[in-house]
């Protein structure tokens, strides 16, 4: 995980199967990271992370993403994960959280697209739709 203050810009790397202790220390480490340092922009390196167990998918819904929604965080770029059972984790997650209110969210293959889009000047957006693939 790094943090680039002058541009408000966080990166973490997921690599792996996570056991749930390893995943829930890790994504606190991710929030609290956010919260600290008014992230605004988030880029999560997701092609080798594996699966996330159904108990953990629940967990990141109910504790993290109320207080993600709370956060300063306005844009999260995912670069996505190369096993399909990770993509379908991560869209469950996002589906069960409903409105996403004004975190902008968008997956990408690349890095240099996924930075593009990151350091574009925040405007006006429909969150909810911009979850797409680019």
């Known amino acids: ?3 680039d203050e002058d ?3 966080a990166y973490a790397v997921w690599n792996g199967f996570l ?3 390893e995943f829930q220390e890790a994504v606190l480490a991710c929030i609290g990271l956010i919260e600290e340092n008014g992230i605004t922009r988030w880029l ?4 080798k992370m594996k699966a996330i167990r159904q108990a953990d998918q629940a967990w990141f819904v109910e504790v993290i993403m109320p207080r993600l929604l709370q956060s300063s965080l306005r844009r999260m770029a995912t670069l996505v994960s ?6 379908m984790a991560v869209e469950q ?3 069960r959280a409903g409105n996403l209110h004004h975190l902008a969210m968008c997956d990408f293959k690349d890095e ?4 593009l889009w990151l350091m574009a000047p925040f405007s006006v957006e429909n969150p ?5 693939e680019r």
């Open 1 to 3: 995980m790094s943090f």
């Open 7 to 9: 541009r408000s810009t």
């Open 19 to 21: 056991s749930s202790h």
């Open 44 to 47: 999560a390196d997701n092609p």
């Open 82 to 87: 190369e096993d399909l059972f990770n993509k």
């Open 93 to 95: 997650m996002i589906q």
């Open 112 to 115: 240099g697209e996924a930075m």
């Open 128 to 132: 909810a739709k911009s979850r797409d």
